[in-house]
């Protein structure tokens, strides 16, 4: 794994896309025990991460004005 | 001033052939029976037995129509009060009521001749420009991260898209491009949203919409410009404009049509959370699975190792080595125990040979042995003595000297 940002600054698709590839390689290579432990230790942090997203998203929406964006309240 | 026949007793007519005299001369007047009429719809009625009533209106007037349960089935719109149509039909009389009316057979939306023509017209060179070929067609993203939206920010449409967003894909950024979506700059407003949309936000999905309306609110998405842009997008679009029956050019320009706005808010959310959720619970089973299996092989491989090292632990080679030498030990003790009674028993056997062998035995059965006092020289030979000398004769108990005083050979 070249890019090792920290999990928090992940979006969901960049954890889930990352989470995935941690578990095929766990499935499918050769490592040591102490470089699973360590990939299996990174995927939990990704998996916390991605639930915790999806429970807590809420919609933004955004209004262009003119050259920009401003928030929008609907209802 | 005419008379009015006050005292007259017999009636010229019966209410039912007066009423059927004007039937007849309605019904025998052909420029009455092929007529198109326009006017509001009110009092709609549809009762069970399946004919239509309803009374056609303009400011001043009123005209009962009735549709007949067959000609209702092929209907192309339905009915309903406030509708302007244009009404194709019959007039005669009902005679029990006395009242003439329309018998309806064909009904079409005010106007509609007119934009329908316009519409075949659009179609038909769009179509031949390529715009609507299947192969145009880009993919919807199935898991957009941004959504562009365009359509009035005050409709009913954008309150059902965000509501259907907010309920199956939270995580999405929805990029509201405002747009009047009916009226006279509804066109270039619109075109202007789609340009803005994928020159700068660069959203992944763009859903344009409104709500459902007559032919002439929906008008502005079958204006050419709107056509062309739909067409001309980088950024895939989703059309729901109207309600299912309702077609537009845009419809058919996008990349995907959507029956309502609700449902392209749904089709640009084939993902939702909760397969999301479903999606990351599997992973983390795969990633519970894999690391447990990891754990397993080395958990073996470590049981292996242990059982090779101890095959080769220095432990067991001093056992083995400390085995050879009891052995050793034991195969020295036996070989010597054997030698020793080897030993004894030619000893023994010895013994028995010098016993056999000693003077002494020879002695005690009577027998001297003779030697010369002067040497020792034990006398084996009448040679070896002569008269006069001293010898010594041993007995089995003791000796004695004699001297010699004769000699004879043999």
Same mark, same amino acid.
């Given at each position: 794994m070249a890019k090792q940002k920290s999990?928090?600054?992940?979006?969901f698709e960049e954890a889930s896309s990352e989470l995935e590839a941690l578990v095929a390689s766990l499935e499918s290579e050769q490592k040591s025990l102490e470089d699973s432990m360590t990939l299996f230790e990174r995927g939990q942090a990704l998996i916390k991460h991605c639930s915790d997203l999806l429970e807590k998203a809420e919609l933004k929406v955004k209004q262009l004005t003119g050259d920009g964006l401003s928030d929008f309240k609907d209802e | 001033m005419s008379q009015i026949?006050? /005292?007259? @007793? @017999?009636?010229?007519?019966t209410v039912s052939e007066l009423t059927r005299h004007v039937r007849l001369a309605l019904e025998a007047d052909s420029s009455l029976q092929d007529v198109w009429v326009q006017g509001e719809v009110s009092n709609f009625s549809r009762p069970s037995s399946g004919h239509l009533y309803f009374t056609l209106k303009d400011s001043s007037s009123s005209l009962r129509c009735v549709v007949w349960k067959k000609d209702a089935s092929s209907l192309r719109m339905s009915l309903q009060d406030g509708l302007a149509v244009e009404a194709h039909g019959a007039i005669s009389v009902y005679e029990a009521g006395g009242q003439y009316q329309l018998y309806v057979n064909l009904v079409k939306p005010v106007g509609e001749g007119a934009l329908f023509q316009e519409f075949l017209r659009l179609k038909a060179l769009m179509e031949s420009e390529g715009l /609507? #070929?299947? $192969?145009?067609k880009r993919p919807i993203p199935e898991l957009p991260r941004r959504i562009g939206i365009i359509t009035s920010p005050t409709g009913a449409a954008l309150r059902d898209m965000l509501n259907t967003l907010r309920r199956r894909l939270p995580l999405v950024e929805v990029i509201l491009a405002p &747009?009047? *979506?009916?009226?006279?700059?509804a066109p270039a407003r619109l075109v202007a949203a789609l340009q803005t949309l994928n020159g700068k936000t660069k959203p992944d999905v763009i859903l344009i919409a409104r709500g459902g309306g007559s032919i002439e609110d929906l008008w502005a998405f079958n204006d050419e410009r709107v056509i062309r842009a739909v067409a001309a997008s980088k950024i895939p679009v989703i059309s729901g404009v109207g309600h299912e029956t309702d077609f537009t050019l845009t419809d058919f320009a996008a990349d995907l049509r959507a029956p309502t706005p609700t449902a392209a808010a749904e089709l640009a959310t084939s993902i939702s959370v909760d397969d999301l959720k479903y999606s990351v619970r599997q992973m983390q089973i795969s990633l519970l699975d894999s690391i447990q299996s990891l754990l397993e092989r080395q958990q073996v491989s470590i049981e292996n190792v242990d059982f090779r090292l101890r095959q080769f632990s220095p432990a067991r080679r001093l056992q083995t080595d400390q085995q050879r030498v009891d052995e050793m030990g034991h195969r020295i003790e036996t070989s010597m125990r054997h030698k020793l009674e080897l030993s004894l028993l030619r000893v023994q056997s010895l013994d028995q040979r010098l016993i056999a062998l000693s003077p002494l035995g020879v002695l005690k059965r009577g027998y001297a042995v003779v030697s010369r &006092?002067? #040497? !020792?020289? *034990? *006398? #084996? $030979? *009448? !040679?070896k003595v002569k008269r006069g000398d001293e010898l010594n004769v041993r007995v089995v108990d003791g000796s004695f000297n004699v001297d010699v005083t004769n000699k004879s050979d043999g």
């Open positions: 999990v928090a600054d992940l979006s | 026949p006050l /005292f007259e @007793t @017999t009636p010229h007519w /609507f #070929d299947p $192969s145009r &747009s009047p *979506v009916q009226g006279e700059e &006092s002067r #040497d !020792k020289r *034990v *006398v #084996d $030979s *009448v !040679k």
